[in-house]
């Protein structure tokens, strides 16, 4: 069985980033997706990938603060705003780890390929895919 630490370790080489900056950037995205992706999409996550239901409850993945704008973005677009909103706010706290858009959009294809190579199915994509509005600022798409 993989390991949330085994897709942190694998996808942060992959994408050219250290461990630290991997596991703040996938940790926040799977908080994200614990709040607004489809359930059974992540409970199949989570019971292929050890440590990512934790990784996602932690509170290290607590949701970020809104600004001004992301509370306009999350109440002016109804279930598909608030995560965009978040996202948002996510993108803005990875700043403190050196981590933007340039550096999610190589980390999250790499942590989807970590996990697909562990579990044959591309658990993480569908998880994101299932957020509206969220895939290209998670990098996918």
Not at 24 to 43: F, V
Not at 85 to 110: S, Y
Request: hydrophobic residues 45%.
């Amino acid at each position: 069985m993989a390991s949330f630490d085994d897709v942190v370790t694998g996808a942060a080489t992959a994408a050219g980033l250290n461990p630290d900056q991997a596991r703040a950037a996938l940790t926040g995205a799977l908080g994200l997706l614990e709040r607004h992706a489809a359930p059974e999409q992540c409970a199949a996550l989570y019971t292929a990938v050890a440590g990512t239901e934790a990784a996602a409850r932690s509170k290290a993945a607590e949701r970020p603060r809104r600004g001004l704008f992301g509370g306009l973005m999350a109440s002016a677009g109804g279930v598909s705003g608030a995560a965009v909103a978040e996202a948002m706010g996510l993108l803005e706290r990875l700043k403190d780890h050196d981590v933007g858009k340039a550096e999610l959009k190589r980390l999250l294809p790499a942590a989807r390929e970590q996990v697909r190579a562990a579990t044959g199915r591309d658990l993480l994509g569908d998880a994101v895919r299932s957020v509206p509005g969220v895939g290209p600022l998670l990098g996918d798409g």
